[in-house]
Each structure stands twice: as structure tokens, then as C-alpha cells.
Nanobody
């Protein structure tokens, strides 16, 4: 599985960006997908996930992005998106797309990830 991100950039506080991640693999629709971010000198943190589960909420958001970020997926295009609104300087980080191939099991942290994208830089200035 290969994951290729795009959509990062430099914006002002309050602006929006949409990240995209295109995945290879014929069983993409069954993957749990997620977005992580890593700021300089900090750990890689989970931002949002979207799962293929038969029970429970299909999406998860870190408290720091709830109400501002939205994760979605288009299985026909093998693509997962992260819509980021009302961006803040503290959102500045490298954003990584992640995939977990175990069916019906969502991503809860970095150790759950089977595949990573190469990362895309998001910089938010005040």
C-alpha cells in the first residue's frame, strides 16, 4: 500500500486547507484511515480517523481539532481527506496520512499504523 498526500501549504490564521491522501490497494474501502501530525521536537499525534466498522462512531477527532477539522473518504477514488478550517498557529506541523489494514479496527495511535504517507507541511502564521 502506498499513500500519497497533497494539499499542504502556508496560510494565515483563520484560513482553511484541505489535505488529500490517495491510497493504492484494491481493498481501500475496508482500511481504517487516519491523519497524524508532528510538530518540531514533538511526538506524532493522532488528529482524526475514519474507520470501516460495523459498530461505533466511524470518525474520531482529537479534542484540539474538534469542530474545526473534518475527515472524510471517497472509496471510489481511494482517497481520504482532511478539511481544516479556522486554522491556528498551533496547527503548524507535518501532517501524515496513515492506514490500518485490519478490518473493523480503528486507529488509536501510531503503533496501530501499517502504512504511512510521506507527510505534507502545514504552516499557519498569526
Amino acid at each position: 500500500v502506498q499513500l500519497v498526500e497533497s494539499g499542504g501549504g502556508s496560510v494565515q490564521a483563520g484560513d482553511s486547507l484541505r489535505l488529500s491522501c490517495v491510497a493504492s490497494g484494491r481493498t481501500f474501502s475496508s482500511y481504517s484511515m487516519g491523519w497524524f501530525r508532528q510538530a518540531p521536537g514533538k511526538e506524532r499525534d493522532l488528529v482524526a480517523t475514519i474507520s470501516f466498522t460495523r459498530s461505533g462512531p466511524p470518525t474520531y477527532y482529537a479534542d484540539s481539532v474538534k469542530g474545526r477539522f473534518t475527515i472524510s473518504r471517497d472509496n471510489a477514488k481511494n482517497t481520504v481527506y482532511l478539511q481544516m478550517n479556522s486554522l491556528k498557529p498551533e496547527d503548524t506541523a507535518i501532517y501524515y496520512c496513515a492506514a490500518r489494514t485490519a478490518i473493523s479496527v480503528r486507529i488509536t495511535g501510531p503503533t496501530d499504523v501499517d502504512y504511512w504517507g510521506q507527510g505534507t507541511q502545514v504552516t499557519v502564521s498569526s
